[in-house]
């Protein structure tokens, strides 16, 4: 199975300020016929089912706000908030679905600092 | 819209099966897969598996393989997810999730409890 490994676990930025979660792959997750990455962005409020925010790892989905954005070096697959707003306080996944078994990164809580 | 219905939460002893539906409307039913993805409290996502609604086939993940059934009825847009030999580290929501490049719509989630 494809591990998918977040940093840090939970991070506290303040208002109006840049949040960047780190999302890692255990092995490539994109076909070199289309060097495209098969990663998507989640924001979980409480009691809600996640939101897709980022897809293709840097794909922001309808409705979304301009202020997340995605991006990806190597293994390596960030999401960036650029200026933190109070109604982003969630917890944020990652996943790759280029392969079954889709797996999920272990979270990452954002709070207001 | 598209919409994606669960059935209500379930109660259920260490041993029992529940089963789970999910129906879909807003777009047709046959032309996306469903996935299922549980969440234990507190805890993160974990993908359970596919089915297509084009011909019922399904891919389950090793961690339920043996105990879970997904299958559809076309003629309802409804997808079910069966869970046999519940233990108590089964209790989680349960989503249902229309096939996707990203999972893009969810269901609102299905709290299933196993207690004795």
């Known amino acids: 199975d494809i591990v998918m490994t977040q940093s840090p676990d939970s991070l506290a930025v303040s208002l109006g300020e840049r949040a960047t979660i780190t999302c890692k792959s255990s092995q490539s997750i994109s076909y070199t016929s289309n060097n495209k990455n098969y990663l998507a962005w989640y924001q979980q409020k409480p009691g809600q089912p996640p939101k897709l925010l980022i897809s293709?790892?840097?794909t922001r989905a309808s409705g979304v706000p301009d202020r997340f954005s995605g991006s990806e070096s190597g293994p390596d697959f960030t999401l960036t908030i650029s200026s933190l707003q109070a109604e982003d306080v969630a917890v944020y996944y990652c996943?790759?679905?280029?392969?079954?078994?889709?797996?999920f990164g272990q979270g990452t809580k954002l709070e207001i600092k | 819209q598209v919409q994606l219905v669960q059935s209500g939460a379930e109660v259920k002893k260490p041993g029992a099966s529940v089963n789970i539906s999910c129906k879909a409307s807003?777009?047709?039913?046959?032309?996306?897969?469903v996935n299922w993805v549980r969440q234990a409290p507190g805890q993160g996502l974990e993908w359970m598996g596919w089915?297509?609604?084009?011909?019922?086939?399904?891919k389950y993940d090793q961690k339920v393989q043996g105990r879970v059934t997904m299958t559809i009825d076309t003629s309802t847009s409804t997808a079910y997810m069966e869970l046999t030999s519940l233990k108590p580290d089964d209790t989680a929501v349960y989503y249902c999730v229309r096939e996707g490049f990203g999972f893009m719509f969810w269901g609102q989630g299905t709290l299933v409890t196993v207690s004795s």
């Open positions: 807003g777009y047709t039913f046959t032309s996306y897969g």
């Open positions: 996943q790759q679905y280029f392969i079954t078994p889709y797996t």
């Open positions: 293709w790892a840097s």
């Open positions: 089915i297509t609604t084009r011909n019922g086939n399904t």
